[in-house]
Structures are given as structure tokens and as C-alpha cells.
């Protein structure tokens, strides 16, 4: 099944029975090799993000200068220390960092960085080199070997599409447009043989898994109920919906879900401003509804876009550029600002030039909340040290 086929089969059913092959049958009651209380949860900021309006380097003179229509003051930027600081807005986010639960990840990036959205996320869900293409995501990858078995539920993306980063050779994880609405239907238990046919096998596959998962999805929020009050936004709802997941004590490994809206060429301050509030007021939310609960050292919330912005600003915004930071919130992260700041004097034609691989990001999560070893799936970076 090739990518662009994928990327259409969405957690839906349509009109009809479920005619279910006899190999799924063994599917259900399966475990992880590897079951600790561990999850990981990401946001992915679609458009690239504009790193050094998200976190800045505001006492280097070279940043107002190169941005004179969208640079931020000394005195707008908050929680100051060692020259950087953050937008303004993330007020909620800024106050995380302050209680030691948020680390940050300074110029994330990688060679030979490409400037089209649709590869660099490619490059990002794949964690494939610049000119490497390769058919299944890395969380693919991880639950394939992580899984005793196929498991509809390891990994839950809460979104309109399904992501790369989760597609294996099993279909170990559930697109979910709305959490509500998605129930188990009624289906036939008439068994049949494989079909011979490998595509329309992996379909019945993902319709078996859909059902059984929505069941396991509806077990969960039975358990679970939201005690806080959530922002109205679509982050914010998917955002509480992961919380009562977890709450519920689904089990699933990944929650997946993404923030659009960051392709910011033009009318920067304020679409800027807006999505960050955006995001700022969900992640505040769901840390606060986990901290209460005493979950959120199971819980490690990554927050990443698939490049950042050009240092230079165009007039009213900035262009597509690379490297930009990353966050990390909860799982007993250190708190830390890891990397130096942003050598704004040494840009590789007009970007910053990336100090650490984003992979190496990656090989610190798997290898160190999730216990896995990262070059099981190819993943032979150096680990960021210093993060947990």
C-alpha cells in the first residue's frame, strides 16, 4: 500500500457488513513485549513553525535587526534566562519550564534540510535521511516490534487524516475524528480465507482493528471524565480527549495529533500570536487535567514543527527555513534548555544551521521512557544527553 493510499483510510466505517478473515480472529487480547506505564504524545505544528518567535534570542542584536517588522523587545518576551525567553503568549507554557517540567531542545534539525512540506514532514514521520524514502513511519516501526501481536490501540492519532509516523507492516494504531462518535457497529462473524489479495487482506485488517478499537476506546472513557474545563479549540478538545485516555488507562503507547496553521509568510504577529495561544492553552490544560491525576511523569508531551522560519523576515512575515526548537513537557524530564543558543551570526544561506539531529531526539525517547533500543528500527544517532 503505497503512501498516498494510506493516507486515505481514516477510522471510518462505511455502509455494509464487516466480513471478518479467519487470521484476524487470533488478533484480539494481545500485550506488549515491553508493557511499562510509559506514553508518548505529540503535537505536530504543520506549516513550520517560526522557532525564534516561539522561543527568543532576544539579547542578540542580530535578531532585531534582522527582524525589524516582527522581532519582539527585550521587554515583550517572558521568563527571560541566558539570553533567550518566549513569545508572549505562552504564558502557560513559560510558567511549565518554571516548575522544571518542560525542557527545550535548542537548533533541531537535520542535513541537507528540504524546505517542501509535505518531505521534510516526510522526513520527520519517517526519520529517514534527506534522501532516503522509506514506506513506514518510525512509531510504525517501534509498535511493529513493541506490539506481541497486532494491537488496534498501541497508538491513537486524533485527527482528520492518518499520519505517516504510525504506519507499519501491522496497522497498530487508530485515526479518530471524533471520540464521541466512535463506536463499534454491529458486524458479521462469518469467517472466510485470505482473500490472495495482500491490499484488500490489510483493508479488512484495518476494519477489524477500527471495531475492536473503538470498543477498547469506549471502555477507556467510561473510566475516565474531565475534571477541569477545557479551552474551546480544536487542539483543546483533541488535547482532552488524549487526557481521558490516559485517564482511563487505555494503554496505548502513542497519541498522535497536530496544530495547523504555521506557514506563516505573511500577517505573522498576529496569525502567530493566534495559534500560539492556541497551543499554549490546550498544553496548559491537559498538563494541569495529567498533573492532577498524577500521571504526567508516565506522560512525556513532545511539541515539534517539520522546519522553522528564514531569520530574516520578508516584510510581514518569514519563509520556509530549518532548524527550530523542540519541546519536551513531563516524563520526569530534566527541565533543562538543552544546546546553545541560536548563532545568529553563522546562518547557512540566511537559516540557522542545526545543532542536533532531530533522530537523536528520538532515540532519547524510545531508549529512555520507553525502553527500547532505537537501532532496532534503524535509529543509530547518538541520544540527546541531558534530557531525562
Known amino acids: 500500500m503505497n503512501r498516498r493510499h494510506f493516507l486515505s483510510v481514516s477510522a471510518t466505517f462505511t455502509g455494509g457488513a ?166 463499534p457497529k454491529d458486524t458479521e462473524t462469518e469467517t472466510v480465507t485470505l482473500s490472495g489479495n495482500p491490499q484488500l487482506d490489510f483493508a479488512r485488517k484495518i476494519s477489524y482493528s477500527v471495531n475492536e478499537g473503538a470498543e477498547e476506546i469506549q471502555d477507556a472513557l467510561k473510566q475516565s471524565k474531565t475534571e477541569i474545563t477545557y479551552p474551546k479549540s480544536e487542539l483543546a478538545s483533541k488535547m482532552e480527549w488524549i487526557a481521558r485516555l490516559i485517564k482511563g488507562h487505555l494503554n496505548s503507547k502513542v497519541y498522535y495529533t497536530s496544530l495547523n496553521g504555521f506557514d506563516t509568510h505573511n500577517n505573522q504577529l498576529g496569525i502567530h500570536h493566534n495559534k500560539l495561544k492556541e497551543l499554549d492553552e490546550a498544553v496548559t490544560t491537559f498538563y494541569k487535567d495529567l498533573k492532577d491525576a498524577k500521571l504526567m511523569e508516565q506522560v512525556t508531551l513532545v511539541i515539534f514543527s517539520e522546519f522553522g522560519r528564514r531569520v530574516k523576515d520578508n516584510g510581514s512575515g518569514t519563509d520556509h527555513g530549518t532548524a527550530a526548537p523542540m519541546l519536551i513537557i513531563g516524563g520526569q524530564n530534566k527541565g533543562k534548555v538543552l544546546g546553545s543558543n541560536p548563532d545568529l551570526n553563522n546562518l547557512d544561506n540566511g537559516d540557522l544551521v542545526y545543532k542536533t539531529d532531530f533522530r537523536s531526539v528520538y532515540a532519547a525517547l524510545l531508549k529512555e521512557k520507553m525502553q527500547f533500543n532505537p537501532k532496532d528500527i534503524g535509529l543509530n544517532n547518538d541520544l540527546v544527553k541531558g534530557l531525562f
Open 18 to 183: 464487516l466480513i471478518v478473515p479467519n487470521f484476524l480472529f487470533a488478533l484480539k487480547n494481545q500485550s506488549f513485549v515491553n508493557d511499562n506505564s510509559q506514553c508518548l504524545v505529540f503535537i505536530q505544528l504543520n506549516g513550520g513553525n517560526d522557532g525564534l518567535n516561539t522561543f527568543i534570542p532576544y539579547d542578540d542584536p542580530l535578531y532585531s535587526i534582522l527582524r525589524p517588522n516582527i522581532g519582539f523587545s527585550k521587554h515583550e518576551v517572558i521568563n527571560k534566562s541566558n539570553g533567550m525567553g518566549f513569545h508572549p503568549i505562552l504564558k502557560g507554557i513559560s510558567n511549565i519550564q518554571q516548575r522544571g517540567d518542560l525542557s527545550v531542545i535548542q537548533n533541531v534539525g537535520y542535513s541537507e534540510p528540504n524546505r517542501s512540506h509535505f518531505r521534510s514532514q516526510e522526513i520527520w514521520q519517517t526519520a529517514s535521511a534527506s534522501n532516503e524514502y522509506l514506506s513506514n513511519g518510525w512509531l510504525g516501526r517501534y509498535l511493529d516490534l513493541q506490539c506481541n501481536g497486532h494491537m488496534p490501540t498501541a497508538g491513537i492519532n486524533l485527527d482528520t487524516i492518518d499520519t505517516l509516523s504510525l504506519k507499519g507492516e501491522e496497522p497498530n494504531f487508530i485515526t479518530v475524528k471524533n471520540v464521541r462518535q466512535f463506536k
